[in-house]
């Protein structure tokens, strides 16, 4: 069964139960597959899609309860980009390119289409991402996000 289906006019992404996927699976459908992401990350937090790049937050078991990020391409090249956090994150955003922006408790991070982790300041304002470029509005001003 899909739910919490997220497409970007391309692919779809869900999270996938029953017919051996795990409670909290998480698949990706390209238009012609569908690929089930290994379970053996965690339990599935939060997941986003753009432009073909899939990014999903997953929490380990254990008493450290650490968080992994994994990113695919549209190519379908698999990474896990950022390093194990802590604390409560929540996926915000992700780009064109394959970076994405995330929340980790009053601070925001930019992760770079690279895999490089950059501390971006705090969680006010409303981020948008357009050709290549991290923006974040905020009240009746826009700035650009340059890591």
């Not at 990014?55 to 950022?82: C, I």
Request: glycine share 12%; proline share 5%.
């Amino acid at each position: 069964m899909k739910s919490g289906v997220q497409t970007d006019g391309t692919s779809a992404l869900y999270r996938w139960t029953g017919c051996g996927g795990a409670l909290g699976s998480l698949a990706l459908f390209d238009g012609s597959q569908q690929t089930v992401v290994p379970s053996a990350f965690g339990f599935l937090m939060d997941y986003r899609l753009s432009s073909g790049w899939a990014v999903a937050l997953f929490s380990t078991a254990g008493p450290a309860g650490m968080n992994l990020m994994w990113r695919r391409s549209p190519a379908g090249v698999e990474d896990l980009p950022a390093r194990p956090f802590e604390y409560p994150l929540l996926l915000e955003s992700v780009g064109s390119d394959g970076s994405f922006i995330y929340m980790s408790g009053r601070t925001r991070h930019l992760v770079d289409a690279k895999g490089v982790n950059h501390d971006i300041g705090l969680v006010h304002g409303r981020v948008y991402h357009s050709v290549k470029t991290w923006y974040v509005a905020l009240g009746r001003s826009v700035f650009r996000i340059d890591p």
